[in-house]
């Protein structure tokens, strides 16, 4: 159990586009999931903190209205790239934890690329 | 704040050699510990992890053991192989959070 699925695993668009990546608890309820960002050869950066049915709660000088991000079930969060720029390009991945349970459980993860 | 700091790679090392990548960490409260790997073009699967003092972690021929005394989590290994090659992670998560703070990371090159 506690299965994650992330989709698209690879995405490319073009600059100004918005891209739209799904992030699913398959067998288990998360009311938090949360998403991170990586850079090429650096670390994971938390981005923000998706919460079901409400606001998501945005890591410093993480751009709001440029990530866009909704929890509308307690299996689904999306995380919508708004006017991607090249910049953006980037490994985004999600995670979501299961109850008390203190394990994070990662997506595969979706390589953007904007050209 | 919380942070977790990681040795720099790579790491090369010959097949069947001894793997050791340190991890220390800042941290309020009692945190739990872990280690992820990445592998090439792939997210992160969790490889251990420890969730109080001086617990020990193991899967896979990999071992870490929480030291509250000297903030560490260091990953070891006695014989690593080449599909070992991939990046670990060392990462912390608080008491009652489920968001982790992550080390920079550290690519391991197993050669034959």
């Known amino acids: 159990g506690a299965v994650v699925s992330q989709h698209p695993s690879w995405v490319i668009c073009k600059s100004g586009t918005s891209v739209k990546i799904e992030c699913r608890s398959l067998?288990?309820?998360?009311?938090?999931m949360f998403w991170y960002r990586q850079f090429p050869k650096q670390s994971l950066m938390l981005m923000a903190t998706s919460n079901e049915g409400s606001k998501a709660t945005y890591e410093q000088g993480v751009e709001k209205d440029k990530f866009l991000i909704n929890h509308a079930s307690l299996t689904l969060s999306t995380l919508t790239v708004t006017s991607a720029h090249p910049e953006d390009s980037s490994f985004y991945i999600c995670?979501?934890?299961?109850?008390?349970?203190?394990?994070?459980?990662f997506g595969q993860g979706t390589r953007l690329t904007v050209v | 704040g919380n942070s977790v700091t990681q040795m720099e790679g790579p790491v090369t090392l010959s097949e069947e050699a001894f793997l050791t990548i340190n991890c220390t960490y800042t941290a309020t409260g009692y945190p739990s510990l872990f280690w992820y790997v990445q592998y090439p073009g792939e997210g992160l699967q969790l490889l251990l992890k420890?969730?109080?003092?001086?617990d020990k972690g193991s899967n896979k021929g990999f071992e870490a053991t929480y030291r509250k005394e000297t903030t560490s989590f260091h990953l070891e290994k006695g014989s690593v192989q080449v599909s070992d090659s991939a990046v670990y992670f060392c990462?912390?998560?608080?008491?009652?959070?489920?968001?982790?703070?992550f080390g920079t990371g550290t690519r391991l090159s197993g050669q034959s």
């Open positions: 990462a912390l998560m608080n008491t009652g959070f489920q968001k982790l703070v």
């Open positions: 420890a969730t109080k003092a001086d």
């Open positions: 995670s979501a934890g299961r109850g008390g349970n203190t394990e994070a459980f």
């Open positions: 067998d288990f309820q998360a009311t938090t």
